[in-house]
T-cell receptor
Framework: DQQVKQNSPSLSVQEGRISILNCDYT??????FLWYKKYPAEGPTFLIS?????DKNEDGRFTVFLNKSAKHLSLHIVPSQPGDSAVYFC????????????FGGGTRLMVKP | EPEVTQTPSHQVTQMGQEVILRCVPI?????FYWYRQILGQKVEFLVS????????KSEIFDDQFSVERPDGSNFTLKIRSTKLEDSAMYFC????????????FGSGTRLTVV
């Protein structure tokens, strides 16, 4: 049951360019979305989130866009830096349905110097 | 910055043995979670715990699994009789308020069942 899907297992980007990571979901009950970053041998760390009442949220170099009609969200990193190389997970939750997050499979981002 | 601490970082156990994974959540957090990630697969929800009881659990969290908060600081996951397919990275997490807005994860315990 893949309610949250990240169709690109990996992405390679040149330093200084934009990285765009995509995520699709099928459950229309999801109303809050999060991006986590994970380095090897570490746990996921929270990066940025967006509520379904918004279509964009920005935090420094990171911007998340939400297209509810397409059930699609994306994470933009501008400019990309080598330290951004990690696995990025999108996750989603449902209001009034507990505390569970449903994760996508992750996209490995490699930023080349 | 406050951290969620997990021990051990790697545990190897024989099939059929009991294993306890330990976590120290962030001290003022009230909600606690266990997730797991089988190699190459998604991060999957196991269980959430609040006010000294399980508040949600997934179908993965069957009778072989249990959680406990034995004192004011530790949060443990016990697997009674481990199977080969229990081999995974187990992540503990905690949140101050409802976790649907995100949690803080620990670095994980890699469990290898042989």
């Amino acid at each position: 049951d893949q309610q949250v899907k990240q169709n690109s297992p990996s992405l390679s980007v040149q330093e200084g360019r934009i990285s765009i990571l995509n995520c699709d979901y099928t459950n229309s009950m999801f109303d809050y979305f999060l991006w986590y970053k994970k380095y090897p041998a570490e746990g996921p760390t929270f990066l940025i989130s967006i509520s379904s009442i918004k279509d964009k949220n920005e935090d420094g170099r990171f911007t998340v866009f939400l297209n509810k009609s397409a059930k699609h969200l994306s994470l933009h990193i501008v400019p990309s830096q080598p330290g951004d190389s990690a696995v990025y997970f999108c996750a989603a939750s449902v209001n009034n349905a507990g505390n569970m997050l449903t994760f996508g499979g992750g996209t490995r981002l490699m930023v080349k110097p | 910055e406050p951290e969620v601490t997990q021990t051990p970082s790697h545990q190897v156990t024989q099939m059929g043995q009991e294993v306890i994974l330990r976590c120290v959540p962030i001290s003022n957090h009230l909600y606690f979670y266990w997730y797991r990630q089988i190699l190459g697969q998604k991060v999957e929800f196991l269980v959430s715990f609040y006010n000294n009881e399980i508040s949600e659990k997934s179908e993965i969290f069957d009778d072989q699994f249990s959680v406990e908060r034995p004192d004011g600081s530790n949060f443990t996951l016990k697997i009674r009789s481990t199977k080969l397919e229990d081999s995974a990275m187990y992540f503990c997490a905690s949140s101050e308020t409802t976790g649907r807005y995100g949690y803080t994860f620990g670095s994980g315990t890699r469990l290898t069942v042989v």
